[in-house]
């Protein structure tokens, strides 16, 4: 187990510590839970209740905090602790326990390149004309495809599969069942689909007759940037002629699925179960709330933001928030949603109405 004293934590995170700095501190904990070699982690004020139920000698807290009052020997302050818990956990993370060096049950092909310290765990496939950067960690039962490359410092976690020709960058993190470069879902129908027909028609038109469906391949690659995180089965198609690109530093969760073609800007945020269909561009900067959908050939401006369960079936212009079904502004859906609301009412009030029409018209 790994120790840091309060005053080594503070020095690496860079903020300021109060009273004794010695204090070895093992993990972090919630304050109720927390023993007295843990870090309490009561960074709102309505969290540090629980400090004084715990066996916390040190915590996190916010500026300003009266830290004595919580009986603690010790404490870091930080203008925004949740920011500083991003360096904090990547301290006290003890990893996937990933043993080192190439096991003995892992294919790799002959001319396949791994840089130095790369580390290959059981049952994983590593195919012709690979190159793997420096230092990058691939777990068990991991597949990486003709021609793939992957820059240094990266982490695959068990069962990830690269497909052939998909180049990504550095530190990158794929968690487990992750799929990079998979073929994208392209079918045609030797006449016109109904799918086409009701699309053109706006729904008057449908299908005739059934056909079958054509498969296109995927030509293209993946091509990902630097320092992008895929969540668990998490999937990237790859373009049908150029590639599927996704900027540097992009956070996808679980089960997201970006279509062949998708351009996506760098610093982008896609929560879980998001569905990007193909040859849409997504720009800088946007946040995709879990269970959106974005239909094809869309454009997503810089720094939109859609909101939970949003289904945009037209152009985001920059800087827009969206949420519903269509997705419209934020403020004009929660109007929308709040009229929707008074609807009962509303039917109410006109069926009192008639009836004291109904009443009035009898007198007369």
Request: charged fraction near 15%; proline fraction near 4%; charge should be negative.
């Amino acid at each position: 187990m790994t120790y840091y004293t309060v005053s080594q934590i503070a020095e690496a995170l860079g903020l300021e510590v109060f009273g004794d700095g010695d204090i070895r501190i093992s993990g972090v904990a919630e304050p109720a839970s927390a023993a007295s070699d843990q870090l309490a982690l009561a960074m709102k004020p309505e969290f540090a209740a629980g400090l004084t139920a715990g066996q916390a000698q040190a915590a996190m807290l916010w500026q300003g905090a009266d830290w004595q009052g919580f009986g603690l020997k010790a404490a870091l302050t930080a203008p925004r602790p949740r920011f500083a818990m991003s360096g904090l956990s990547a301290m006290m993370d003890p990893g996937q326990g990933y043993a080192t060096g190439i096991h003995p049950t892992a294919i790799i092909d002959a001319t396949a390149t791994l840089g130095a310290d790369v580390c290959v765990g059981p049952f994983t496939v590593i195919g012709a004309g690979v190159q793997i950067g420096a230092g990058t960690v691939i777990g068990p039962q991991c597949h990486i495809g003709w021609d793939a490359r992957i820059g240094a410092g990266g982490l695959l976690h068990a069962g990830v599969r690269i497909g052939a020709r998909v180049g990504i960058g550095a530190r990158f993190i794929a968690h487990p069942g992750a799929c990079v470069g998979a073929d994208g879902f392209s079918f045609v129908t030797p006449e016109p689909s109904g799918v086409e027909k009701a699309r053109a028609s706006l729904g008057t038109e449908g299908a005739e007759q059934t056909q079958p469906w054509a498969r296109i391949h995927s030509l293209g690659g993946v091509e990902i940037g630097d320092d992008v995180e895929l969540g668990a089965n998490a999937c990237i198609d790859r373009g049908t002629v150029r590639a599927t690109r996704i900027g540097h530093g992009c956070k996808f969760d679980n089960l997201v699925q970006i279509g062949h073609n998708v351009q996506i800007g760098d610093h982008c945020m896609i929560c879980a179960q998001v569905g990007v269909a193909g040859s849409t561009v997504i720009g800088t900067g946007v946040v995709l709330g879990g269970q959106s959908g974005v239909s094809d050939n869309l454009t997503i401006g810089d720094r939109a933001i859609l909101g939970g369960a949003s289904v945009v079936l037209s152009n985001v212009p920059a800087g827009r928030v969206v949420l519903g079904y269509p997705a419209m502004k934020m403020d004009s859906h929660i109007e929308s949603y709040k009229g929707l609301r008074r609807l009962p009412r509303l039917f109410r009030d006109v069926a009192d109405l008639k009836k004291a029409v109904s009443k009035l018209t009898a007198n007369d």
